[in-house]
């Protein structure tokens, strides 16, 4: 699987267009070229900068329904892409479909711990722990299967992982998270129940790592990085996210899986 990190940005960035040097756009990765995980509100500038075809993206998968993650004319502007052969198709929370009654999409709402098959691909969603402030709004991990076993936790957005996360993990090992690392270095950070800060993320690595759905051979892309709760440099940033072990995710970063 490519893993195309097209915007890797929370929601503190000016994202005025064009974006400004250094600017992280909203957080939206595609996979294998054709699958969109969440669609914010830069989507059509960074996929314009990368020289992506639209019309190329089938699934669109949302976390959630924040407005750096679902955007209605980021969404029209893929579903209406020119050359599009198949309608595009969208998955997410009930509230997403509240509003795409007027776009050509086909929609389909979600269910916790409930298989999608994409191609050879088995995504779960999954509870994860970000408030949209409401009870009856949801969000979503994704737990990504390979045809051989290996596993992807994308995790955004979402401060300390659920409990039935780990009960749905148990016996298996996660091969690669993507991380939501929002508070970056900020320590004691009070948005602790909506993202996650290098601290939180290694406490979590230590604790799987004794059921051993974590080991030495996982991979970690820290994503949705905040401007604001991150060092100011992006050496600085490089260099706290080696030392919490894993890769900072940068727009336009691409890795296999
Ligand atoms: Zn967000
Ligand atoms: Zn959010």
């Known amino acids: 699987m490519d893993i195309l990190f097209l915007g ?9 267009l064009p ?7 909203s957080t939206c990765t595609i996979l294998d070229g054709h699958i969109m995980l969440d669609a914010g509100p ?15 993206i089938t699934d669109i998968l949302f976390t959630h329904s924040h407005s750096d993650h679902f955007n209605l004319d980021s969404i029209a502007y893929i579903a209406n892409a020119p050359g599009r052969k198949e309608k595009l198709r969208l998955f997410g929370s009930k509230e997403i479909f509240e509003n795409t009654a007027d776009l050509p999409i086909e929609g389909k709402c979600l269910e916790y711990g409930v298989d999608l098959q994409f191609g050879e691909y088995k995504f779960m969603p999954l509870p994860a722990n970000h408030d949209l402030g409401s009870f009856e709004k949801k969000a979503y991990h994704y737990l990504i299967e390979k045809p051989n076993g290996e596993l992807m936790l994308y995790a955004l957005d979402g401060g300390w992982l ?9 016996e298996r090992h996660l091969d690669l998270i993507v991380w939501d690392a929002t508070s970056g ?6 948005r602790f129940g909506c993202h996650n800060d290098l601290y939180m993320i290694q406490y979590m690595c230590k604790g799987f790592g004794q059921l051993n759905i974590v080991t030495d051979t996982t991979r970690h892309v820290f994503n949705h990085i905040a401007r604001t ?12 996210a080696k030392e919490a072990g894993g890769l900072l995710a940068e727009d336009g970063m691409s890795i296999s899986f």
Request: aromatic share 10%; no cysteine; charged share 30%.
């Open 19 to 25: 974006l400004k040097a250094g600017v992280r756009g």
């Open 229 to 240: 709760l991150w060092p100011t440099t992006p050496e600085e940033r490089q260099a706290a």
């Open 8 to 16: 890797t940005g929370a929601a503190d960035w000016d994202w005025s």
């Open 42 to 56: 830069t989507v059509p500038y960074r996929m314009e900068q990368e020289k992506l075809n639209s019309a190329s």
């Open 185 to 190: 270095t900020s320590r004691y950070n009070w």
């Open 162 to 170: 659920m409990g039935r996360i780990r009960e749905v993990l148990k």
